[in-house]
């Protein structure tokens, strides 16, 4: 699926990309004729596709074994039950797992295994919410990626040389929406279920006739990893490193696919916020939520940590390379990876990547299963879309 900045030229005329339709409803009349091209659809395109964003453009428009408990080291710093716990967060205890690739499902850049050591740190419970980030706004002013007009000439950096400038009409304040297409598709072009909505932003996830009320304890999403730096600072934390995400998903555990285990995320009852039914067209929601779920809906995992699957993507602090664990794969290990030095994307070669964990509600197993501990996903820094928040530490 090498699609990346082409779609906009090449696949899709590049000033049809504001596509001002509202968030459709995944769950669409079936006929037979859809039912019998599903299974050729998912088969053909499937085992190419590397997540449910992945070559998204940047801000221009658009095997399993049985679990054993790591030993965790004795860390005097703090502990999650401590007097001075810091409101909303858990302890993270030090230790060391081998960080990559657990299951059938995982794809190139989550190989090899390899070993890991992090010290301890403070972890978010949850996901940043909606109202913790406008009270960042409240007292700051401010304003987030998704609601500033795009810079051509940080922009064309991105792109390939002699790209033409495209209208003013089209550099308008916008970010990514889900939209359903109406029909079984071919899951090898991201251009059929994401849109260009102008405004479009934290406060109006769907577009401008959307609102956040009623949702203040969801997570907060359209966060472009700027702005999920910028709260960060301002809450006196910072991001995680893709290690320290991934220690903690696994909830001192080693060998498990999922933060809670082994057990498939649709075996018995709902672990996580994700896509049931048949993506990107529809959605049974069995588990109630169509897009993003409240906060802490569903069960913790070892260490205490909501959502470490599902309902949102979370940015890390590291650069995204392809072949970043080949480099880091010692024989004794490496303590407190914090990525690359340089970020590089085969796929999209002139757009820096910064990495995202742990999937969203639009994850599916027949599509990404990106709520598995070791999947990784990448976006440019730039970028927001209506499932991509973040969480921090301390």
Request: aromatic share 12%; charged share 20%; hydrophobic share 30%.
């Amino acid at each position: 699926m090498k699609q990346g900045l082409k779609f906009l030229y090449h696949v899709l005329p590049a000033y049809s990309l504001l596509l001002l339709a509202a968030c459709q409803s995944g769950q669409k009349t079936e006929t037979a004729e859809a039912e019998k091209n599903t299974a050729s659809l998912v088969a053909t395109t499937a085992n190419d596709t590397l997540s449910c964003h992945s070559t998204i453009p940047s801000r221009f428009p658009l095997q399993q074994t049985t679990a054993q408990t790591v030993s965790v080291a004795n860390d005097k710093a703090g502990s999650a039950n401590g007097e001075d716990s810091p409101k909303g967060m858990v302890w993270i205890p030090a230790g060391s797992f081998q960080m990559g690739a657990d299951s059938k499902d995982a794809r190139k850049d989550e190989f090899p295994k390899h070993k890991v050591s992090v010290d301890g740190f403070w972890m978010d419970e949850h996901e940043v919410t909606n109202a913790q980030f406008a009270e960042f706004v409240k007292a700051t002013g401010y304003q987030t990626t998704a609601e500033r007009k795009p810079d051509w000439e940080e922009l064309k950096k991105q792109l390939p040389p002699g790209t033409p400038k495209p209208s003013e009409d089209v550099l308008v304040a916008s970010s990514l929406v889900f939209t359903a297409p109406s029909q079984p598709v071919a899951l090898n072009n991201v251009a059929q279920w994401w849109s260009w909505v102008a405004g479009a932003d934290w406060r109006h996830p769907e577009g401008p006739h959307s609102s956040i009320k009623g949702k203040e304890q969801h997570p907060v999403v359209h966060i472009s990893w700027d702005d999920a730096v910028a709260y960060a600072k301002w809450a006196g934390k910072r991001l995680p490193t893709e290690a320290e995400w991934e220690w903690a998903a696994r909830g001192g555990k080693e060998n498990t696919v999922y933060p809670w285990g082994n057990e498939g995320v649709e075996v018995g009852s709902f672990k996580a916020n994700t896509w049931q039914g048949r993506f990107p067209d529809q959605n049974t929601v069995k588990d109630q939520f169509y897009t993003t779920a409240p906060v802490k809906t569903f069960k913790p995992n070892n260490f205490g940590l909501y959502d470490m699957a599902g309902n949102v993507w979370e940015w890390c602090s590291d650069y995204y390379r392809a072949d970043y664990y080949q480099t880091v794969n010692k024989p004794d290990g490496v303590k407190n990876p914090k990525g690359p030095a340089q970020s590089y994307d085969p796929e999209e070669p002139t757009v820096p990547k910064r990495v995202q964990r742990g999937g969203s509600y639009l994850c599916h197993d027949s599509y990404c299963s990106s709520y598995r501990n070791s999947a990784r996903m990448k976006s440019s820094p730039d970028t927001g879309l209506s499932h991509t928040g973040f969480r921090c530490v301390y």
